[in-house]
């Protein structure tokens, strides 16, 4: 059915510890809509600035995203600076958001975004996400959206409302904390259930993924690596490939989501490996062949087959 993503395309300047880059290709919306791209048709609803570069556009178009509902405004494109620490990838400071053309975005969806059956509202304010669903001719069948700390501390109640209407909201693992104002991450997650969203991703970085809904809970590890270049966009692309599957294939069972987090968790493994989108924008069929079923071999083991026990050895109630 593909995919309708609106979030943030811009310049992202990272320092991580092996490596840096000043003004290069990011964005919500950019990552998560190229990491789809590999399964399933995507258009987008963006802005950037007249100091964005054509050829930058041409990655996405590459791709066979449809660009036309991508905005360009008189002004400065969006901006993210971000820096890894030494000892541990997985955090992050942000050093400066800069919003230019985004703090004045009016998204307008063509006739043919607002029949889309399936949305994500990639990780923008709150505000737009909201202003974007409510110009859908009818609720799509399948919508999520991703945030982040920026919004939950600064829109906390636009993001609210976001919540209650989508089926699937990503966070990182603290920002279910932070949003749910709770500890305890399968407690928080539960308040964020009950909230609206039907199924809570909770991102941890390395750590892979938590999936929670009403019945179930899903863990996908992320693939283990030797060389994390840039972590930046690694939860937008996973959600771009779990959107991605679930966009083409239409299988919203338990069994559909949990082969998107694993589709998910194949791309994000590929945007950590380089800086910016270098590697996830240049993926051939043979790599993603190849990461899926390296990730069948990593997650895969045999539960008990007929006749077969496990040898506790407490059966009578001592060891
Ligand atoms: P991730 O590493 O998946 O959390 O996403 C990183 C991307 O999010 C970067 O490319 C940034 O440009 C983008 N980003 C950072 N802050 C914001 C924000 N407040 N709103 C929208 N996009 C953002």
Same mark, same amino acid.
């Given at each position: ?23 290069? #290709?990011?964005?919500?919306? !950019?990552?998560?809509?190229?990491? /789809? ?24 178009? *590459?791709?066979?995203?449809?660009? &036309? ?8 494109? %969006?901006?993210? !600076?971000? #820096? ?6 997985? &955090?992050?400071?942000? =050093? ?15 006739? +043919? ?20 669903? +409510?110009?859908?001719?009818? #609720?799509?069948?399948?919508?999520? /959206?991703? !945030?982040?700390? %920026? ?30 104002? +709770? ?15 039907? /199924? ?17 809970? %899903? ?5 283990? =690596? ?5 972590? !930046? *966009? ?38 950590? +490996?380089?800086?910016? @989108? ?12 190849? #990461?899926?079923? /390296?990730? @069948? ?5 045999? *539960? ?16």
């Amino acid at each position: 059915m593909g995919v309708l993503v609106v979030g943030s395309v811009g310049y992202d300047t990272v320092w991580t510890p092996m490596a840096s880059g000043k003004d290069v #290709r990011g964005g919500s919306a !950019t990552f998560s809509s190229i990491s /789809a791209s590999y399964m399933t048709q995507v258009s987008i609803v963006a802005v950037v600035g007249d100091d964005f570069l054509q050829n930058h556009v041409g990655l996405l178009q *590459g791709h066979g995203v449809d660009t &036309s509902g991508l905005e360009v405004s008189p002004g400065k494109t %969006f901006r993210w !600076t971000g #820096r890894y620490g030494a000892e541990d990838v997985n &955090s992050r400071d942000t =050093l400066e958001t800069q919003l230019n053309v985004l703090a004045e975005f009016n998204p307008t969806l063509t006739p +043919e975004q607002r029949r889309q059956d399936c949305l994500f509202l990639a990780n923008i304010d709150p505000e737009l996400q909201l202003q974007v669903l +409510e110009q859908m001719d009818r #609720r799509p069948k399948l919508v999520a /959206a991703d !945030t982040m700390n %920026f919004w939950i501390e600064g829109k906390r109640d636009a993001l609210a409302k976001v919540i209650e209407a989508v089926d699937i909201i990503f966070m990182d693992e603290d920002e279910v904390r932070l949003y749910a104002q +709770e500890p305890n991450l399968v407690k928080a997650a539960r308040i964020i259930h009950d909230q609206g969203a039907k /199924a809570v991703i909770a991102k941890r970085g390395e750590h892979g993924v938590l999936l929670f809904n009403q019945d179930m809970a %899903f863990a996908a590890p992320a693939f283990p =690596l030797d060389r994390v270049v840039d972590p !930046t *966009g690694a939860g937008d692309s996973f959600a771009g490939g779990f959107m991605g599957y679930l966009a083409e294939t239409g299988d919203t069972t338990p069994g559909g989501f949990r082969r998107a987090a694993i589709l998910g968790s194949v791309m994000g493994s590929f945007a950590v +490996e380089s800086l910016s @989108v270098e590697r996830l924008g240049g993926l051939a069929y043979q790599d993603l062949k190849g #990461r899926f079923d /390296a990730f @069948v071999g990593l997650t895969t083991f045999n *539960g008990l087959g007929p006749g077969e026990s496990l040898p506790w050895r407490n059966k009578d109630g001592k060891l």
